[in-house]
């Protein structure tokens, strides 16, 4: 999962590429439209036509695919969640919280968050692997406060599923050799759990072909770290221009399975972390 800084970043900002860029008219203008969405669900909502206000919903579902190239760039092309670009299909704009239903871990339902069905914070990009195993699902903890659109309060909900725009939900995730999403080691049962419902429900461990490319990337770090361990130990024997050499290669080519425009960095580094060497990971930075 990538953390996006999302609170802080708008499809105007000047360090985006120009296609993608937009105007300030143009964002003052899709606001100004959600607004008026929004306004629509309120009436039906308060006239109990849910299944109209639902309706309405999908028929403006255009409104957030306009931020779709937007989101995209913000994660250099890869899924916020499974931080592939390809391999976790085709991209969604997920809505985090459910705009139509919202389904607990009992099955229970409940209303979804309609009210942010056309709010661009609610929005996050997914590979439609894991959007469609997600579907209304968001099960909030026992005993959690329950935003309504009457009583606004996303922030004090306890939920279970991990956020990507939540630098510290991201921080609870680790990765092991077999490929899987993990809590983070010595992390408390609640976010043990959060991790856990959060692979589940969004197929992050079930998909065969993200697991094997985990596989993968674990391998050929691993492969890298011995190299430089070993290549280390041999110059710590004596002046070597040679191994110096191999070490600087080695090293470049850590560095590059590291950059954030590389597909699944996050497992690549949790190889580092777990080697629990100093020295190793004062080189990569981390």
């Not at 143009?26 to 109990?48: H, I, M, R």
């Not at 990507?164 to 080691?185: Q, T």
């Not at 992390?187 to 959060?198: A, G, P």
């Not at 094997?212 to 070993?230: P, T």
Request: proline residues 4%; negative net charge; charged residues 30%.
């Amino acid at each position: 999962m990538i953390w996006i800084d999302l609170k802080h970043k708008l499809p105007t900002d000047a360090d985006l590429p120009a296609d993608v860029r937009w105007s300030q008219a143009d964002w003052d203008a899709w606001l100004a439209e959600s607004q008026q969405f929004v306004a629509v669900l309120a009436w039906l909502d308060d006239a109990g036509q849910t299944k109209i206000r639902n309706q309405y919903i999908d028929d403006h579902s255009a409104h957030w695919g306009k931020l779709k190239p937007w989101l995209k760039a913000l994660s250099g092309g890869k899924c916020w969640f499974s931080e592939v670009k390809e391999l976790y299909s085709h991209y969604d704009v997920e809505h985090f919280r459910p705009k139509k239903e919202a389904k607990e871990l009992d099955e229970t339902i409940r209303d979804g968050y309609w009210w942010l069905a056309f709010d661009y914070m609610n929005f996050r990009l997914c590979g439609n692997v894991g959007n469609r195993k997600k579907g209304g699902w968001f099960p909030l903890k026992n005993g959690s406060l329950c935003s309504t659109y009457v009583n606004r309060c996303e922030e004090s909900e306890t939920a279970y599923f991990i956020d990507p725009i939540d630098d510290n939900d991201v921080s609870l995730i680790a990765f092991d050799e077999e490929g899987k999403m993990v809590p983070v080691p010595g992390s408390l049962q609640w976010e043990q759990d959060r991790v856990t419902e959060t692979a589940k429900r969004l197929k992050l461990n079930e998909h065969v072909e993200l697991a094997e490319a985990r596989r993968k990337v674990w391998k050929k770090m691993d492969i890298l770290i011995n190299d430089f361990l070993n290549a280390k130990s041999r110059c710590g024997a004596g002046n070597n221009p040679a191994v110096k050499g191999e070490l600087t290669q080695i090293r470049a080519r850590i560095r590059e399975m590291l950059r954030p425009e590389e597909e699944l960095t996050a497992v690549a580094k949790w190889c580092i972390l777990l080697r629990n060497n100093p020295q190793l990971s004062t080189l990569v930075g981390l």
